[in-house]
């Protein structure tokens, strides 16, 4: 029996974020929680690909159109460990990159995601509360084309067409006090957990099951 959970068909080594080095698992907090706005406790990804570097990243697809590059750029405010590779992508990143390909596709040009705006680890210095950017389900979208979204009619324009091919998309108001939208459109799925088919998991626990915890 194979102790590999890569997936025949899709290159990056899958990883339980529960078994990485220490120095990982304290800055992905895999399985953990985070508390969102209104203090709702917010169950972290505990399953993560595995990135060795940005030729391996550019090389990636995780949709047709979308890279597995365009969702890692992050600068100094990135916890230290996850600046230099391997770094790590939760699985539900593939879900996003699915989404936004439907954007893509109405829109007919390129989709850009801005530094920061792909996925973020809960020890970013940009985290507030639970930030759908932890969960790899979130992108600040900068450029559409050659259109900048940068203006309150080019932002609701584009967020009315992300709410039309992605129905249960949630985009973020013009002018959010907490993160003022006003140069970007933020989209994000909420907090999607995937569990590749793959994951290790842990042994069924007929006891643990039974019992509240
Ligand atoms: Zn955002």
Redesign the pocket.
Known sequence: MSTSYTNATFPLRLVDGRRLERRYRDVLLPGGTLCDHAGRARVLPRYFYEVTSWEEARATNLSRHFTVSEFIHTDVREAPPLRVFPRYIPCATVLLAFALEQLREAVGTYVFIGAN?GYCSPRHKGTGAA?P?CWGT???IYRIGDTYLDTPDTIRRFAALAHDVIPTVWT?PLGDQR?LTDD?L?V?LGYVVSVPREAPGESYNLKLAGEPL
């Open positions: 705006g930030s950017h979130a992108a600040n973020r993160a970007h933020h994000d």
